[in-house]
Each structure stands twice: as structure tokens, then as C-alpha cells.
């Protein structure tokens, strides 16, 4: 079946860097582009950013300032989120999800990033 | 940009019918047919039930409908059930080549 799986996130220090996965399976990997989304605890869902089908374009969401970098990996059906200088603001579930048109239609799980001293 | 706006909580009894808001701008519903709808119960990811303003995915029951009229997009659940209770938000693709989510609106099932 379509699935989605995140994997990356952890405790690290203000000022530190994570690189997050996401690991596709059960659909034409490269046909499709992939989004990352968080929700801070307790808050809503926060776009952050997405990939196209074949990696050459990126998009952010802007709060990021040019911390944080997606990658797309077609040979190994995997999507990369690397996030540099955290801050406190950055603590959320980070959630990978599939690009259909302009909706997400396949979400994972999520991993949780916990920034703190 | 600026999150979209939806009520913060809708709530009515089993069987009735509830209609949630999503209101943009001219730089993303305004101009585009790309809103989005999201269930997303506590704990768990959230879920596709309405893509491109009405288009409802394989499995989602027709009591949930979209619409749009100029820059707000709505959400109706028609003969509400308990399971329905849930989180829901709206989304819209942007001028800016972004994506752009609204604040949640929280439904409870009376």
C-alpha cells in the first residue's frame, strides 16, 4: 500500500541541525512530489515546505530564512528535510506527505523535533 | 503570508449539518481553485477528504461537501456522526508558489 514513513527527529540544542527522512513506498516514487508540514504541540498544521516530482525545484515557506533545505532522492525513494540554526520555535511533529495536484493526499506519521537547552 | 481563517470551534448534534469557513485572499483562494481539506483526529496524521474546492478522494462519505465563493472556501458535514468529531483544516496553494494552511477549526459532536 502507499506509505509514507518519517524518520530523523530527536532532542537537539538551540543552534543545532537534524536532517530528516522520509521513506516512500507503494506508488511511482518520482512521478510525484513531496511536501514537509508541522504542528507545533498543541497548535495547527504549518506548510513548510515541498519538492517536485523530479527535485529540481524547491519551495519554502519563508519563516525557515534559508535554514532549512528539501531533497529528493529518486534512486532510493526518499525525501530529506535538513535543518540548520533551530530554534526553540522549530519544536513540532514534522510530518512528509504525498504532492497530488495541489492537495496532500498521503500522509505519514510524523517525527518529532524537540529543540531545548 | 498569513494563515487562512477558520472558526476556532463549530459544534452541533448527531444528524444536523455544520459548515466550516476557510477565508483567504485574492493571493490564494481569491485566485485559485486549489483548497484542501484535512480531518485530523487527536494523535494521528491528518487525512485527505476534499482536494481542488469539492473533489472528494476514494472513501471519504459524501456528508462531507466543498465550496467556494470568491476568496472563502467552506466545509460542510451533513448528517453529522460522532465519529466526525475531529480537527479540520483548510488549505490553499498561493501566488507565491507556497501553501498556506488555516488555523484549525475544532468540531464537536454534541
Known amino acids: 500500500q502507499v506509505q509514507l514513513v518519517e524518520s530523523g527527529g530527536g532532542v537537539v540544542q538551540p543552534g543545532g541541525s537534524l536532517r530528516l527522512s522520509c521513506a516512500a513506498s507503494?506508488?511511482?516514487?518520482?512521478?510525484?512530489?513531496i511536501h514537509w508540514v508541522r504542528q507545533a504541540p498543541g497548535k495547527g498544521l504549518e506548510w513548510v515546505a515541498a519538492?517536485?516530482?523530479?527535485?529540481?525545484?524547491?519551495y519554502y515557506a519563508g519563516f525557515e530564512k534559508g535554514r532549512f533545505t528539501i531533497s529528493k532522492d529518486n534512486s532510493r525513494n526518499m525525501v530529506f528535510l535538513q535543518m540548520n540554526a533551530l530554534t526553540i520555535g522549530d519544536t513540532a511533529t514534522y510530518y512528509c506527505?504525498?504532492?497530488?495536484?495541489?492537495?496532500?493526499?498521503?500522509w505519514g506519521r510524523g517525527t518529532t523535533v524537540t529543540v531545548s537547552s | 503570508q498569513s494563515a487562512l481563517t477558520q472558526p476556532p470551534s463549530v459544534s452541533g448534534s448527531p444528524g444536523q449539518s455544520v459548515t466550516i469557513s476557510c477565508t483567504g485572499t485574492?493571493?490564494?483562494?481569491?485566485?485559485?481553485?486549489?483548497v484542501s481539506w484535512y480531518q485530523q483526529s487527536p494523535g494521528t496524521a491528518p487525512k485527505l477528504i476534499i482536494s481542488?474546492?469539492?473533489n472528494r478522494p476514494s472513501g471519504v462519505p459524501d456528508r462531507f461537501s466543498g465550496s467556494k465563493s470568491g476568496s472563502t472556501a467552506s466545509l460542510t458535514i451533513s448528517g453529522l456522526q460522532a465519529e466526525d468529531e475531529a480537527d479540520y483544516y483548510c488549505?490553499?496553494?498561493?501566488?507565491?508558489?507556497?501553501?498556506?494552511f488555516g488555523g484549525g477549526t475544532k468540531v464537536t459532536v454534541l
Open positions: 506527505a504525498k504532492w497530488t495536484w495541489d492537495a496532500m493526499d498521503v
Open positions: 507503494g506508488f511511482k516514487f518520482k512521478n510525484y512530489g
Open positions: 488549505c490553499s496553494y498561493t501566488t507565491s508558489t507556497t501553501w498556506v
Open positions: 485574492g493571493s490564494d483562494i481569491g485566485t485559485y481553485d486549489r
Open positions: 519538492v517536485t516530482h523530479d527535485a529540481k525545484n524547491q
Open positions: 481542488e474546492v469539492y
